[in-house]
């Protein structure tokens, strides 16, 4: 059957309207991979996040020792966002985050990571206290440590949680925990008591456990990396976790390059 000029014309036109459609429909499904990594990130933490303990430090960096092995370098090295900000610092404590990191968070932050309580907590002294000293010490200072977190570390953490939001109102803000440190058995014959490596380890989940309930109630995500070392802490066969350095103490207790990449990485890239 011959086709009037007018059908044809109609069904071209109905044609036309279904492949403009589907296509408006497709781009809207699926995003250019410039507006994927349209990502404004910015960095902010203690040394876990900075990179201590993984090497090859930034020298403009300073004393900071941020490197491009730490997590958020390795992220941003791998999903190419708009802009990054790495303002993390070995040695921050929550007054050095409110008060020296924040300047590139702004409304158009879209993300933001964090480590930081560990060196309010008083990590370092507990460390020393627990490898110089006698059992009793040991655990006397890692009670001391377990109060603070209990009785001044929130209000702490507020402060920081609520000044990112402040001054970045839209971000993702990822909070990043601590490792336990030690495989309680493990393959140790020298060093510390098993029972100060089990304290230890008790300390670092209650640290862990605060920090996630201050971040929940601001909104944020909590990233608990426990589980991602788990067969790779101190005393296993395969550790990601400096343990005492005497060559550079201050990389001690901190992630490898291995702990940063195979660990915290991972973790963060789920959350992001």
């Known amino acids: 059957m011959k086709l009037s000029r007018f059908t044809v014309f109609s069904s071209s036109l109905l044609l036309g309207a279904v492949l403009a459609l589907t296509g408006a429909a497709s781009a809207h499904a699926a995003p250019s991979a410039d507006s994927a990594a349209a990502v404004d990130y910015v960095a902010l933490g203690d040394s876990y996040s900075s990179g201590v303990g993984a090497g090859a430090y930034d ?7 941020r490197t491009p092995r730490a997590y958020p370098a390795l992220w941003a090295a791998a999903h190419s966002p708009a802009t990054f900000a790495f303002t993390a610092c070995g040695g921050a404590r929550t007054g050095d985050v409110t008060a020296g990191q924040l300047a590139p968070l702004s409304a158009a932050t879209d993300l933001v990571s964090i480590t930081i309580g560990g060196n309010d907590a008083g990590f ?7 490898v110089l ?13 377990r109060s ?9 953490l507020d402060a920081v949680y609520s000044a990112i939001r402040s001054k970045a109102p839209s971000a993702r803000v990822v909070v990043l925990g601590y490792p336990r440190f030690y495989q309680v058995p493990g393959t140790c014959s020298v060093g510390l008591t098993e029972r100060k ?10 640290l862990n456990t605060a920090t996630a309930k201050r971040a929940a109630d601001h909104g944020f995500t909590f990233a608990g990396v426990a589980g991602a070392f788990t067969g790779h802490e101190i005393c296993s066969s395969s550790a990601w976790l400096h343990s005492v350095n005497w060559l550079d103490i201050g990389e001690s207790y901190h992630p ?7 660990g915290y990485l991972p973790v963060f890239t789920s959350a992001a």
């Open 256 to 262: 490898t390059a291995a702990g940063q990449s195979g």
């Open 124 to 130: 370092s002294d507990v460390m020393t206290t627990c």
């Open 148 to 156: 603070y977190v209990d009785s001044t570390l929130p209000g702490n």
């Open 197 to 206: 490596r089990t304290a230890i380890n008790d300390a670092a989940g209650h």
């Open 133 to 145: 000293q006698s059992e009793a010490a040991c655990l006397a200072r890692i009670d001391q440590a």
């Open 59 to 65: 020298s403009a960096s300073g004393a900071c020792k």
